[in-house]
Every structure is written in C-alpha cells, then in structure tokens.
C-alpha cells in the first residue's frame, strides 16, 4: 500500500503500528485477547521500545553484611537470606547473568573472592528457588518467567567497564536492540546488517562493535530472521512481515516457543533449523 | 518589395495602400504618376516634387509641423490618444478618431479617411465607409454583449440548479440518517459488556483499535468476520499491514460474540435469534441492521445482520471509542476518526450503518466531523 488515498487503509496501518511501537504500560488485555491469558502473566510480545536505564540493586538493601551480625563467612548465611537476596537482585536486574548475580551477591556479604564452595552455594540455592517456581534459568541467564519472557532494552552504559559485557546482556534483549536498529530504519531501504549491530549496540551503551561483539550477535541476529521478524533483501535487514506478530497468533499458529518475549525463547532457539547458508554468508560478510 | 505594395501591411496590420513609391517615383490611383526628389539642409527638409512643386519643412515640435509649399505657408499638428486626437491647423482646430479603417473626424467630415484592401479613400466616401463599417462594429458589439450577458445568466442558473439539487440531496440524506441517542445505545453497550465480563479499561490500545476497525469496516457492511478484501484492504504485505489485519481478525471475534453473532461460510452475519440485545433507542425507519445497511449513494443493499437492531454494535462501539479516548492524545483521537472514516470508503460508499457508527464514534472520540458524500 503506498500514498494514501480516498477510501484507503493506509493511515489506519500507519496509526496502529504507532500504538504497536509505543505499547501501554502493563495491560491485562483479557477481553479482546483471551487466547494470551493462558501463556502470560504479562504482555506477551511487543515489548516497549523505549531504552530504559540498567538498574543496579543496592547491596545494602541485600542485608548479606556479614560484620554487624558477627557472622565469620558467606557460608553462614541462612537460606533464607541468601534465598531473599537472589530473589530481589534478579527482581531488579533480572534476567540476571549467573556472573552477575554472583558479584552482586558477594558484593554485598563483603566478599572479594568467587571460591568453589562460595559458587556451589549460590547454584544450589539458584536451582532450590527455581523447583520452587521463583526463577527460572536460561543457559547462564536467571530471571522471573515473565522477565524472560518480555524483553526490556537497558541502557548499560553506565555500570562498570567488567559488568557492561555483551556475554551479560540476555540474548531476548539483544534480539530486540537488533529489531529496534531495524525498526529505526528506512522501510523500504532497510539496514545493512553490520550497521544494525553497531547501532543496536550503541543504543544499550557499548560504543564499539568489536569482532567478539559481532561474534555475539549472531545468535540473536539469527534467530530474529529465522523468527520472521527480520527479512533479509539484497543485503539489507527489513522487517519480517511477523515483526508485530503477537505470540498467540504467529504464523504456524504456534505461540513459538522461540519468538522474542516467550517463555523459553533461548533454549529452543538452538533446536531451530539453520539459516539458509547463503544468508549466514551475507550477514556474516 | 512587391509590386504596388501587395501583400505588405501597415502598423495595423493592414493592406498598405496601393501605390508605388521609388526613391525619385511615386504612382498613386489619386495623385497619378510624379517625379520627386528629397534633401536636407540642416534642420529644414527640401522637397521637390512635379505634381506639387517646391516643399520647405521643418519639426517645430514633437507631432508639430511648418511647411512652405509653393510659397504658401502650412501648419500641422496632431497631438492626444487615438480615440479623441487633436488637430491643429492654420485654419483651426478639429477632433477625429482612429478605427481599424480610418478615420473619423467629427468637426470636419470631409477630412475624414479609410483604407479598405489598401484603397485609400477620403472625404465623403470615406464618411460612408466608417459609417457602414461602425454600424456593423456596433452591431457585432451588441451581439457580442448579448451572449455575454445569456451565458452569464446560463450559468448563474446551472449553478442554482445544482445548489438546489444539492441541498435536496442533503435533505434526503439527511432523512435516511439512522439517528441514534448516546443516552440510548450506551447503556445497551454497557449491558453487553457486563454480561461477558468486559472490562474495556484493561485492553490495549492497539486492540481498542483494532476493535474499533472490526465495527465500522466489518459490523458497518453487514458482516461479523474480518475479511480483508470484503473490507476494501489489499492483501497485506508488510508487517504493519499483517499485524493489522490479525489483530481485527482476533478482537473481531471477541466482538462478534460479545454482540451474540457469528459468521457463517462466506463470513456474511446471521445473528444469533435473540441476539440478547433489545433495541431501546429510536431506530428511525430502520427496524433492524438489515435496514441500515442500505447504501446511500448506489442504493445497493449487501447481506447483514438478519434481525439484530443496530442499537448493540452502536453502543459496544461508543464504549469501545470513548475508552480509547481516554488512552490517547487529542490528535491521535482525530486521526484516529479520520482513518477510520477513510478505511470505511475502502469497500465502496459508506452504509447507513457506517454513517450513524462514525456519528457515535466521534461522540465517543470527543472530535466533531462533518460528513460529505465520497467523490
């Protein structure tokens, strides 16, 4: 559809997919999407578009101080305290890389040194919160069901040079700093790949494209074009014609399992049939 | 130069007059055959001529001149526009007029001239032929005035026909209005809502849209079931347009059975019997939807709703657009009205129906429109 003329749906498209960029805060949505209720706690798909800045938790608020209580080492901490102080730093900057928590964690008990024994506590309590339900962990990544499921874009501009690490940053939030690269882009020109690396990643607060952080963003590139969320034409990045797509009425009629803002997003991504080699090629020059 | 000046033409773009005229020879119908010559000393011009004699001229000024002919002493002067031109001679003064002849002067007739296919005649002939030829210039003139005057009044009827066509037009449609009260359907709305357990405040805005796009370009034909092409929408290509047209496809559902109908076959509406909606407000002839279906401009009628009163999608409609409002700035509520408006000539003139939803949706909207029939 082009110009818009008399007796056209061209302005309505225009207008809906303004509101499809710039989505409402958390609506239920129940009544005219019922089919979603079941899967989500929260909005599905279509994440909000706006960079919001990376949030650090404060270590006081962690109350793992080992001093004031006279508690000699980090393996004295109850379960209970250590199970709180997971569960509120993975509340604030969840999904949370294991590495992350962890300095987090031992930052917060006055700790320095990540030892063996220190480690395995800390797995073992990740894993006895998430048989609970409390978490859930993807490959390195913890975070909330519905943390994992709708991606948020941080700006990380501001944490410190060994946090602001690519390896860091959940695949969903890469995927989506890519889609937003391509969102920002021309229509009907669209993006080279590269460029939409280097801008995807300049928006979150890495400044230079490296040939790790291009390593890294493959994965996600990758599954944004096998998602149908991103097209690749004569080089160039366009959105695929699924990008608005919610979950429950993507095109198989499946709620994909791997789409950007679902549940399990990361791990069935690798069970995914590959790229057309010829793609792969093209992006990757 | 042609023979006589044939085929030449004067500043007027006339046939010069018929004469020859050498550098020592002059041949004219009145002043016969002559031997002529031309010199000038100083300031003066000495003309020599057989037939006239001996000429001594000088400019005195600008359209001003003296002359010697034969010792006998001339004084001309012309001076003033072409319509009224002063001449002055040693004898006096007269006024004459340019036309596309000639001459005309009207204090000394005789003196009058005219030049027809390069003859040149002048006193009372000449007289004769500005006046033949001024009738004639009058007489076209009047003509011309006339059918002026008889187009102008031509189109000054047109036009008040058409203004009155127009108003009739306006009047008519203006009859066939379905007319409803906010007062009437919304409570109908809100009814419906309730009994499915709609909370309207809960949704998107991006499917409040979308339901709101499934009222007008789908309940507004007659249908309960989203079909693009039924709907006047190209078959989506880009991912604005997809997204679009899932989202009416997925919120009409919700819609429909919210109203009580479903789709059959060829997603043209049979209403559930009951509907479970009673038409409270005041419908105008319109006894049900099937009636407000009805097009205006071809006066074709598609298939619709077979009994349901078009009370019920007008209300779920207004709440739907007054919700919406309530999440949106003023301008995206105008153009949301405007879109909307648009979308519904997508498939061809606006039904009745269309025409009383877009009257409920800019009341629901809070933006006044004035409607005008599509071109």
């Known amino acids: 559809m082009s110009e818009a003329a008399l007796g056209s749906f061209d302005a309505l498209v225009r207008l809906h997919r303004s509101l499809i960029c710039d989505p409402d805060a958390r609506p239920v949505d129940s009544a005219l999407r019922p089919a979603r209720v079941e899967e989500a706690e929260a909005w599905t798909w279509v994440p909000t578009f706006e960079l919001i800045p990376y949030r650090c938790v404060d270590p006081i608020a962690l109350a793992l101080a080992l001093a004031p209580e006279g508690t000699a080492s980090f393996h004295d901490l109850s379960d209970d305290r250590l199970d709180g102080a997971i569960r509120h730093v993975v509340e604030v900057e969840g999904p949370i890389h294991w590495r992350v928590l962890a300095e987090r964690l031992l930052d917060a008990a006055g700790v320095t040194r990540l030892g063996s024994r220190i480690r395995e506590r800390i797995e073992e309590r990740v894993e006895a919160l998430e048989q609970r339900g409390d978490l859930i962990q993807q490959g390195p990544f913890v975070g909330r069901a519905s943390q994992l499921r709708v991606p948020r874009l941080r700006d990380w501009s501001a944490l410190p040079d060994e946090i602001r690490d690519l390896d860091h940053v959940p695949d969903t939030e890469l995927m989506l700093a890519l889609f937003r690269a391509v969102l920002d882009a021309d229509d009907a020109e669209g993006i080279p790949a590269d460029q939409a690396m280097n801008d995807g990643i300049h928006r979150m607060g890495f400044v230079r494209l490296t040939r790790n952080a291009r390593e890294r963003l493959q994965a996600p590139l990758e599954a944004l074009l096998r998602e149908g969320m991103l097209r690749l034409q004569r080089g160039s990045l366009h959105l695929g014609r699924d990008a608005f797509l919610r979950s429950a009425e993507s095109a198989a009629g499946d709620p994909g399992p791997g789409r950007v803002g679902t549940a399990a997003s990361d791990v069935v991504l690798e069970s995914r049939p590959p790229l057309d080699a010829a793609e792969l090629r093209t992006i990757r020059d | ?375």
């Open chain 2, 1 to 375: 130069m042609a023979l006589f000046k044939v085929g030449e033409k004067d500043r007027e773009g006339r046939q010069k007059r018929i004469e020859h005229t050498g550098p020592y020879l002059r041949a004219s119908r009145t002043g016969g055959l002559a031997l002529r010559a031309q010199g000038r000393v100083g300031a003066v011009n000495l003309t020599g001529n057989t037939r006239r004699g001996l000429r001594v001229s000088t400019r005195l000024a600008k359209n001003t001149q003296v002359a010697f002919q034969n010792g006998r002493f001339i004084l001309r002067g012309r001076y003033g526009p072409d319509a009224a031109k002063l001449n002055v001679s040693k004898s006096g003064f007269s006024i004459s007029t340019k036309t596309p002849i000639g001459a005309v002067n009207w204090i000394r007739p005789g003196s009058s001239s005219a030049k027809i296919a390069g003859i040149q005649v002048r006193g009372k002939n000449a007289l004769y032929l500005q006046a033949i030829y001024l009738t004639l210039a009058a007489a076209l003139t009047l003509v011309q005035l006339v059918v002026t005057i008889g187009l102008g009044i031509g189109q000054a009827v047109f036009w008040l026909i058409g203004q009155l066509i127009d108003r009739w037009r306006r009047a008519a449609a203006e009859r066939e209005r379905l007319d409803f009260r906010i007062a009437d359907i919304a409570p109908i709305g809100t009814r419906l809502l309730v009994e499915h357990g709609v909370e309207l405040e809960q949704e998107s805005r991006r499917d409040l849209l979308a339901a709101l796009v499934f009222c007008l370009v789908t309940l507004g034909r007659g249908r309960t079931a989203f079909e693009g092409p039924a709907a006047g929408m190209p078959a989506p290509e880009t991912a604005s347009e997809v997204a679009l047209d899932a989202d009416v496809r997925a919120v009409g559902e919700q819609v429909a059975r919210w109203l009580g109908v479903g789709a059959d076959r060829d997603g043209s509406v049979e209403a559930v019997a009951g509907g479970g909606v009673d038409g409270g407000g005041a419908g105008g002839e319109a006894d049900g939807v099937r009636g407000a279906l009805r097009v205006n401009a071809d006066g074709t009628e598609s298939d619709g709703l077979k009994s349901m009163r078009p009370e019920a999608p007008l209300g779920v409609l207004y709440l739907l657009a007054r919700t919406f409002a309530d999440k949106v700035d003023e301008a995206t509520r105008a153009e949301t009205l405007l879109s909307l408006d648009d979308a519904c000539l997508a498939a061809g003139p606006r039904t009745r129906l269309q025409e009383a939803m877009l009257d409920v949706l800019a009341e629901g909207l809070g933006v006044e429109m004035r409607l005008e029939e599509a071109a």
